[in-house]
């Protein structure tokens, strides 16, 4: 349901708090032209009603003539700061960023982070941020869950549809999004509620099946009938099924990109106020879908892009991929059963 302006700027009063924002501040909002205009003010009004020193930085927007569509995960990499060295300056001088534009997946998060400043993304309809409200038991949930992920050395996932996946896991970190931007250098999502790492390189290996009512990212749409993915070395090497293996097919070949066959990141979802129902009440272009990627047991992988974590593979085309009702076992001990989070205790809701 619609949320007052006021409201809007009450929750980036509390999520901007979690994220340590204070009168020792600064905070720069990040902004381009189709950034919602709500949000903007609503984060630079919360910010300095907090005491933070709070200043905007205004990009103008990059339009690749390849990219499709509006949602700002369909297009990674290239973004409207990518060789604005003086913006990058700027925003590596705030404590804090707000960014209501989308820096995800590109090399410049990462080098803004390496200088310590936090970034939060904030992109979703207020109704959504409404909704999942991040708190501080997301944080412990979420981060219970990354102490059992960054020790593990494999991952292993299955399900009843068919998927027999696995991979070997260390080379890179374990990622966790718990809605805020609380530590130097974090990167965080508000919504979110979910981890993830990379497989090794080369060494995911198996199945996936995506089943009726699985998601696929960025094209908003449940899988009608089954779709599967044989993955070696690390990459999709043939995509088989029915219309929407085709249009899968079809749209990643679009990219003339062997990268973008690659595994991206993989983990679960902890989110228990994600609805895997909620892409259903929304326009494709009402923001990127986080419920999708969030809901609670879901198995999240990826293709493509692996620069957040320092890779090489900058490649613009990236898929999410939620399948519900599978197992995922680390090192042999499960964390997910049927699509239910069974361990660690502690990050079950
Ligand atoms: O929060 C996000 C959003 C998109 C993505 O690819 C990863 N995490
Ligand atoms: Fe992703």
Request: with cysteine; net charge negative; charged share 25%.
């Amino acid at each position: 349901m619609p949320v007052s302006d006021r409201e809007l700027t009450q929750m980036f009063e509390r999520v901007l708090t979690l994220s340590k924002v204070d009168k020792t501040q600064s905070v720069a909002v990040l902004k381009s032209d189709y950034s919602n205009p709500r949000i903007v003010r609503a984060a630079m009004d919360a910010a300095q009603r907090l005491g933070a020193n709070v200043y905007g930085v205004e990009l103008p927007a990059f339009n690749h003539p390849r990219a499709m569509g509006m949602d700002m995960t369909a297009y990674c990499g290239d973004t409207p700061l990518t060789g604005n060295l003086a913006a990058q300056r700027a925003l590596e001088a705030a404590d804090m960023i707000v960014d209501t534009m989308m820096l995800l997946h590109s090399p410049e998060q990462e080098q803004i982070l390496k200088t310590g400043t936090r970034i939060l993304l904030a992109v979703e309809p207020p109704e959504v941020l409404a909704r999942i409200m991040p708190t501080e038991e997301d944080k412990i949930r979420v981060n219970a869950a990354a102490e059992r992920l960054k020790r593990a050395h494999s991952i292993a996932v299955t399900s009843k549809a068919g998927s027999d996946f696995r991979a070997t896991l260390g080379q890179y970190p374990t990622v966790t999004e718990y809605g805020f931007a609380d530590e130097p250098g974090r990167w965080d999502h508000w919504p979110s509620g979910f981890l993830f790492s990379w497989p090794d390189e080369g060494s995911a290996e198996g199945t996936l099946v995506l089943d009726v009512g699985d998601i696929l990212l960025p094209f908003k749409t449940y899988v009608r009938e089954k779709v599967t993915l044989e993955i070696e070395e690390g990459f999709i090497r043939r995509i088989h099924g029915g219309f929407e293996a085709e249009y899968l097919r079809d749209y990643m070949a679009y990219f003339k990109d062997p990268e973008v066959y690659g595994i991206s990141h993989i983990g679960w979802g902890l989110q228990p106020r994600a609805q895997w129902t909620a892409m259903g009440l929304h326009d494709k272009n009402d923001g990127m879908c986080m419920d999708a990627r969030a809901f609670y047991g879901n198995f999240l992988f990826s293709t493509g892009p692996n620069t957040e974590v320092g890779g090489s593979r900058k490649t613009p085309c990236h898929m999410d991929i939620p399948l519900r009702g599978c197992d995922i076992l680390l090192d042999g001990e499960p964390v997910v059963l049927a699509g239910d989070v069974v361990a660690p205790e502690a990050s079950r809701a």
